[in-house]
């Protein structure tokens, strides 16, 4: 296939045109590196800025992107083209962090994740803008700062568009909790951004 030599994968758009997935999805499938490799090559960017908004260290997004990559070409006989393959790989990407973060959340010492619901009432979701001056690796920095609790449930429901009901299930945290870990990391996020710009 012409598609996949080294020349044509540089140029993302026609590797991933609705005609050339299907090629690109079963040479996948059939554990064909040259397809792995013209796949991981057009995703790789996308797909490590979505692990970095998970992890704390470049080292740890780098892992949870070779993990993701792992799963894909596992799962991908399974894609079924009902969507976009992009879109179905970054749901494996979000998912295989959010098992990281499920399976280390006792490292993390985190006592915020388990916070009671009634506090809710006390929390105000005040909406303030950014700073226009502030670029997307000075808010993807601020976003790492968070505790790992509160980057998680930020990155699912905002990034993401993750309801609190789904966030809770994946999370095995209340819904309650979901959204006063939401309104926390939104006020702690604006306290850093607006450190930033000082």
């Known amino acids: 296939m012409v598609f996949l030599t080294s020349k044509y994968y540089k140029n993302r758009m026609d590797l991933l045109s609705p005609e050339n997935v299907k090629t690109l999805v079963e040479r996948c499938a059939k554990q064909d590196r040259d397809a792995q490799q013209a796949l991981y090559k057009s995703m790789y960017s996308k797909m490590l800025t979505i692990c970095y908004r998970y992890s704390r260290r470049p080292e740890e997004a780098k892992d949870l992107l070779q993990d993701g990559f792992i799963k894909v070409f596992k799962k991908i006989e399974k894609f079924n083209f009902n969507g976009s393959l992009e879109g179905w790989i970054r749901r494996i990407m979000v998912n295989n962090a959010i098992d990281y973060y499920r399976l280390n959340k006792n490292k993390f010492a985190m006592s915020e994740v388990y916070l009671v619901e009634d506090q809710l009432s006390e929390i105000e979701d005040e909406e303030e803008e950014i700073e226009p001056e502030i670029d997307g690796k000075e808010i993807l ?58």
């Open 141 to 198: 920095a601020c976003i790492q700062e968070l505790s790992p609790g509160y980057r998680a449930v930020f990155n699912l429901y905002v990034l993401d568009n993750y309801s609190h009901a789904e966030i809770a299930e994946k999370l095995n945290i209340s819904e309650g909790t979901s959204k006063s870990n939401l309104a926390k990391a939104k006020r702690n996020l604006r306290k850093l951004l607006q450190e930033k710009i000082k």
